[in-house]
């Protein structure tokens, strides 16, 4: 439901024109204000209408209306402000930037920034329908030529560069068959003859064409289903080759793993001969130098104990036997000995001691 408008907040056509009266009244009541005014507003009027300004990225061509010099003329006229005869010439501006006219059916690459048109059907060699999305970027080099041949405004799209593009795909990308579309390179290198041709044939008009990108391919139902189930086909086949050449693969594989796990049996087996060897190598070195050190403490004792003996035999002897004695009676502290008779003992007496134990 909609707001009514309150007389207060209303607009007054009246109240409007009220004003405006007063402001021409106040003007022409002081004629100081009103000379200028008008000298200025008659300036910048003669001003507009007897001036052009060519924008950046576009060249102007002066037209003569009707005189003896009618015509177009052939000297572009830069970016920049030019004069003008309004009653006699007409400037035609062209653009000489990048232009782009756009070969689609989608309307999601319509815009504003670049002309677009239907797509280009194309009949291949083999009678098949192909559907292409191209884009053809040109420039204007020779606006005079373009003038001449197509006329003013950017009548150039409809005369010159989309008839002619469509007809040079039509003639270069039909002579291939549906199965080289679908192939890169054939297709590219036609794509690549369209361009060859279609710069040589609107360089005539003062036209250079930087690219023709085909940049989507659709076949008609009816291939698409063939050329569909072939490629099903081929890729079957692909899949049983590559499965195929992986079970060799595996094959090889456990070839390897096999030979590789006898290998090292080998090697571990001789290994452990190897290890059990220099063991019996250490034990038969170590019993060796075992036997060879028990041999020389053995002997080592026997000459101690030899010479022990020799010791025993030789002078002193008598003295070490009566030091034996002596420490047999070591910690005795009582010793109840008879003292008098033929086999008394007198502790006193250390030569009978000497006699008794037959010490020398």
Known sequence: MSTPITPSRAPSLGGFFRGLWRVVRFVFARKILWIPLVTALSLLIGFGSFTYYVPPGHVGLMQTIYGADAGIRPEPHIVGLHFVNPLSERMHVFPTDLQVVNYSDSASESSEEFRSTPSI???????????????????????????????????????????????????????????????????IEKSRLAHEELAADLAAYGIEV????????????????IIESRKIKDQTV???????????????????????????????????????????????????????????????????????????????????????????????????????????????????????????
């Open 210 to 225: 930087d690219g023709v990108l085909v940049r989507k391919y659709t076949y008609d139902q009816k291939y698409q289903e």
């Open 121 to 187: 059907k194309i009949q291949t060699s083999d009678g098949y329908q192909v559907q292409l999305d191209v884009s053809v970027l040109y420039r204007i080099k020779d606006a005079h030529k373009v003038f001449t041949e197509a006329g003013p405004g950017r009548s150039f799209e409809d005369r010159l560069v989309i008839p002619r593009a469509d007809r040079t795909l039509r003639k270069t990308l039909g002579e291939l068959n549906a199965e080289q579309f679908y192939q890169g390179p054939s297709r």
């Open 238 to 360: 692909f899949l049983r080759q590559a499965e195929a050449k992986a079970a060799i693969e595996e094959r090889k594989r456990d070839t390897i793993i096999a030979e590789g796990k006898a290998t090292v049996g080998v090697e571990a087996s001789r290994g452990e001969s190897e290890v059990r060897k220099l063991d019996a190598d250490a034990d038969l070195y170590k019993r060796k130098r075992d036997a060879e050190g028990k041999l020389l403490v053995e002997l080592a004792e026997a000459r101690g104990t030899q010479l022990e003996n020799d010791a025993l035999q030789g002078a002193g002897s008598e003295n070490m036997v009566g030091l034996k004695m002596a420490e047999v009676l070591d910690g005795l502290r009582v010793l109840v000995l008879p003292t008098d008779g033929e086999r008394g003992l007198n502790p006193l007496d250390l030569g009978s001691l000497l006699q008794k134990f037959e010490v020398k």
